[in-house]
C-alpha cells in the first residue's frame, strides 16, 4: 500500500464527454504526477504539480488540465473524449520533484472511451 | 515518446531460474529506477540507482547501470512464480525535465 488513491477505478464515457479523475497523494508528499499508459505500453507522462503549481508538461493537448488543491490532493481532467484516451491513468505522489527519486503510485482509473 | 527500451519485451523462465532485464536510454540522467506492475494495476517502486553507482543490490534484486553504454540490468534471482509481472525502467533526467520517463517494459511469467 502506498497511500496514493484514485477514484474512480474503472469508468465509460462517449467520445466528445468530459472526464474527471481524482488522486489523493500520500501524507507529506507535496508533488503529484499524472501518467497515461495504454495497453501494452509503458507509462507516459502527462503533467506534475507542485505546491499546487503546474511544473511540467509532456507531450498532450490542452484538453487534458489538472489542479492540485491545498491538501495536495489532485485532479485530471480530460475533455473532448476521443478513443484514444481509452487508458490506465496512474497518480503519482513524491515529497519532491519527480526525477530525483521513488514515486508512489495509486492502483489507478481505467477509462473506456466509446 | 518513451525514454527507454527495455529488452526482452517477454520472458519466461522457470521457478528458481534467474530473470534478467536490460533497459537502454538516451539521456543523461541523475537516477535511473525500476518498477513492477501485476497485471493492470499500479506501479510498485523496486529499486532507484543514481548515476554515479555501478551496482546496487535489494534483496534478490541486482541492479546495474553502465552510463558510457546508457543501459542498466535488472537481476532477479531464485525467480518465484510471484515475480510474474512487468517490469519497467525509468530515468530522471539530469535537466530539462523534472518528471521520470519510463521504458516500454518487460514483461516476466515465472512457471511454477
Known amino acids: 500500500e502506498t497511500g496514493v488513491t484514485q477514484s474512480p477505478t474503472h469508468l465509460i464515457k462517449t467520445r466528445g464527454q468530459q472526464v474527471t479523475l481524482r488522486c489523493s497523494s500520500q501524507?507529506?508528499?507535496?508533488?503529484v504526477s499524472w501518467y497515461q499508459q495504454a495497453l501494452g505500453q509503458g507509462p507516459q507522462f502527462i503533467f506534475q504539480?507542485?505546491?499546487?503549481?503546474?511544473?511540467g508538461r509532456g507531450n498532450f493537448p490542452p484538453r487534458f488540465s489538472g489542479l492540485q488543491f491545498p491538501n495536495y490532493s489532485s485532479e485530471l481532467n480530460v475533455n473532448a473524449l476521443e478513443l484514444d484516451d481509452s487508458a490506465l491513468y496512474l497518480c503519482?505522489?513524491?515529497?519532491?520533484?519527480?526525477?530525483?527519486?521513488?514515486?508512489?503510485f495509486g492502483e489507478g482509473s481505467r477509462l473506456t472511451v466509446l | 515518446s518513451q525514454q527507454g527500451e527495455e529488452d526482452p519485451q517477454a520472458l519466461s523462465i522457470q521457478e528458481g531460474e534467474n530473470a534478467t532485464m536490460n533497459c537502454s536510454y538516451k539521456?543523461?540522467?541523475?537516477?535511473l529506477q525500476w518498477y513492477r506492475q501485476n497485471s493492470g494495476r499500479g506501479l510498485v517502486h523496486l529499486i532507484l540507482i543514481r548515476s554515479n553507482e555501478r551496482e546496487k543490490h535489494s534483496g534478490r534484486l541486482r541492479v546495474t547501470l553502465d552510463t558510457s553504454k546508457k543501459s542498466s540490468s535488472l537481476l532477479i534471482t531464485a525467480s518465484r512464480a510471484a515475480d510474474t509481472a512487468s517490469y519497467f525502467c525509468?530515468?530522471?533526467?539530469?535537466?530539462?525535465?523534472?518528471?521520470?520517463?519510463f521504458g516500454t517494459g518487460t514483461r516476466l511469467t515465472v512457471i511454477p
Open positions: 539521456t543523461s540522467i541523475n537516477n
Open positions: 501524507s507529506g508528499h507535496n508533488t
Open positions: 504539480y507542485y505546491r499546487e503549481e503546474e511544473n
Open positions: 503519482a505522489s513524491s515529497p519532491g520533484t519527480a526525477n530525483t527519486g521513488e514515486l508512489f
Open positions: 525509468a530515468t530522471g533526467r539530469q535537466t530539462g525535465a523534472n518528471n521520470l520517463f
